[in-house]
């Protein structure tokens, strides 16, 4: 029993280690890619227009509520206590409209950037997946874990980082100065 159990784990090891020699591990950097693509830059242009929409708004109203605010303190103490208690209550319900307004207009420029940015990542996906194919690679890490955070890939070859690979794929000119450098072999030299 001991013997046959040894031959299958020598026989499973035997494959992992045929496997590993053909495997081929590439990374990229994906949100470095997003910053430097234009479809980016005019997504970031129309997200900021919005924003400076909804901020006007927020302004006026929050103009129009400190107005009324400022008019109930200065006639305050003449008031009849059932139009003070309506003024108050005007004002509470200014202050919610004005939360209630803030969270929407958040909520929205959210929903709105990950719609206009879900077709820029399927492009950068279907690019990952080109370079990945064309150079053999069986899996593609990002290399960025995300703001804050510790990245994904802490020690890697230069020859694997598939990133200059990916923006020519694109068609997009490789930005100047690179977070993640591009393979020796595909980075023109001077």
């Given at each position: 029993?001991?013997?046959?159990?040894?031959?299958?784990?020598?026989?499973?090891?035997?494959?992992?280690s045929?496997?590993?020699?053909?495997?081929?591990?590439?990374?990229?950097?994906?949100?470095?890619?997003?910053?430097?693509?234009?479809?980016?830059?005019?997504?970031?242009?129309?997200?900021?227009?919005?924003?400076?929409?909804?901020?006007?708004?927020?302004?006026?109203?929050?103009?129009?509520a400190?107005?009324?605010?400022?008019?109930?303190?200065?006639n305050?103490?003449?008031?009849?206590?059932?139009?003070?208690?309506?003024?108050e209550?005007?004002?509470?319900?200014?202050?919610?409209?004005?939360?209630?307004?803030?969270?929407?207009?958040?909520?929205?420029?959210?929903?709105k950037?990950?719609?206009?940015?879900?077709?820029?990542?399927?492009?950068?996906?279907?690019?990952?997946?080109?370079?990945?194919?064309e150079?053999?690679?069986?899996?593609?890490?990002?290399?960025?874990?995300?703001?804050?955070?510790?990245?994904?890939?802490?020690?890697?070859?230069?020859?694997?980082?598939?990133?200059?690979?990916?923006?020519?794929?694109?068609?997009?000119?490789?930005?100047?100065e690179t977070?993640?450098?591009a393979?020796?072999?595909?980075?023109?030299?001077?």
């Amino acid at each position: 029993m001991k013997i046959k159990l040894f031959v299958i784990a020598l026989t499973i090891l035997a494959s992992i280690s045929t496997n590993a020699q053909n495997l081929k591990i590439g990374y990229t950097n994906i949100e470095f890619i997003l910053q430097n693509l234009p479809d980016s830059k005019d997504i970031q242009a129309k997200l900021s227009t919005e924003k400076a929409q909804y901020d006007k708004l927020y302004q006026d109203k929050l103009a129009e509520a400190q107005k009324m605010f400022e008019d109930y303190q200065k006639n305050a103490a003449s008031m009849s206590a059932v139009i003070k208690a309506d003024k108050e209550k005007t004002l509470q319900n200014k202050q919610n409209e004005l939360q209630e307004l803030q969270q929407n207009a958040e909520t929205a420029l959210s929903r709105k950037q990950q719609e206009m940015i879900a077709p820029v990542m399927d492009k950068i996906q279907t690019a990952i997946d080109a370079v990945a194919k064309e150079n053999g690679y069986t899996y593609v890490l990002n290399s960025d874990a995300g703001y804050g955070t510790t990245p994904v890939i802490l020690v890697a070859p230069e020859t694997d980082n598939i990133t200059n690979l990916v923006f020519k794929k694109m068609g997009v000119p490789i930005p100047a100065e690179t977070k993640d450098a591009a393979p020796a072999s595909t980075t023109p030299k001077k």
